[in-house]
């Protein structure tokens, strides 16, 4: 899974929720069924990680309860196990007994935290125990309350120095493969969000070898997309392409998205235009 998140073109992360009020209604699972068709589509479709969440973090949303998290995450993470061994996986959970249990039930995985362990202090400990890859996002307060809190000096600055102190702990707890997520609509308002898109490679940080930690960009059908254009989520895929293209443009590494096939495409077209680019540049 560590070369998967370091590879050199665009990763695909799929998403995958179970919970039933993620904001997007099409996201949503409705069973075991629905869990293994939509999971063989993302495969077919591409998928280079399926990222599999329980608990919304939507604004304003309230995490249910951690019994809740793992009745929904288990019976799914059994079938990973038994039918789709090879596919990568991550799990969305900012708990570290979730991390434990479903360690014991599926084996490796990345754990993909909204919180960057803020939320658990038991978290970053736990991923580095067992040996765990880890994507830690940037947000400030909770789901409930994080868009009261979109109060910066400067954005970039104050994320890139919350990663480099991330970072440290991360290392200090023993895990040694990390992913940067600047959370894209978690404590930051609209402007905010296009903002830190913009400058997303000045979020780059580079470890003791010289090598950049990888950047994760959640941009799929999100508020900042909807909401600024007066559509629907349903009506938003278009423009997160478009969105997402630019992420890639501008420093990310991994897409995080729900239209797997589309963010294929996008991944293709970029390592195209990449390739175009730096052909002419060593022709000039």
Not at 106 to 123: K, R, W
Not at 147 to 161: A, F, G, L, T
Not at 220 to 245: N, W
Request: glycine share 4%; proline share 5%.
């Amino acid at each position: 899974m560590q070369n998967i998140l370091y590879r050199e073109s665009p990763v695909v992360m799929g998403i995958i929720n179970l919970s039933p009020d993620s904001f997007y209604s099409d996201s949503r699972c409705r069973d075991i069924p629905d869990f293994e068709k939509r999971f063989t589509s993302m495969i077919e479709d591409g998928a280079d990680i399926i990222d599999i969440g329980a608990c919304s973090t939507r604004p304003g949303s309230l995490p249910i309860s951690e019994e809740e998290e793992w009745r929904l995450l288990e019976p799914v993470l059994k079938i990973c196990y038994s039918k789709f061994p090879k596919q990568p996986i991550s799990i969305d959970t900012f708990r570290s007994s979730i991390v434990n249990k479903a360690f014991h039930t599926t084996g490796p995985f990345i754990v993909n935290d909204i919180s960057a362990g803020e939320d658990d202090i038991q978290m970053l400990s736990t991923t580095g125990t067992l040996k765990l890859p880890y994507i830690a996002m940037h947000k400030k307060g909770t789901p409930f309350n994080m868009q009261q809190k979109c109060q910066y000096n400067n954005i970039v600055k104050e994320i890139k120095e919350y990663f480099e102190n991330l970072i440290i702990k991360a290392h200090f707890h023993g895990i040694e493969t990390i992913v940067l997520d600047p959370g894209f609509g978690f404590a930051k308002n609209i402007d905010q969000n296009y903002h830190l898109l913009a400058n997303l490679e000045s979020l780059k940080i580079r470890d003791k070898n010289g090598r950049k930690y990888p950047l994760l960009a959640g941009l799929s059908r999100k508020s900042m997309i909807y909401k600024h254009l007066s559509i629907t989520p349903k009506e938003a895929l278009p423009a997160t392409c478009a969105l997402e293209l630019i992420a890639l443009f501008n420093g990310a590494n991994i897409i995080r998205a729900h239209d797997v096939k589309e963010a294929v495409q996008i991944s293709k077209l970029f390592n195209t235009l990449n390739t175009a680019k730096k052909d002419e540049h060593r022709n000039s």
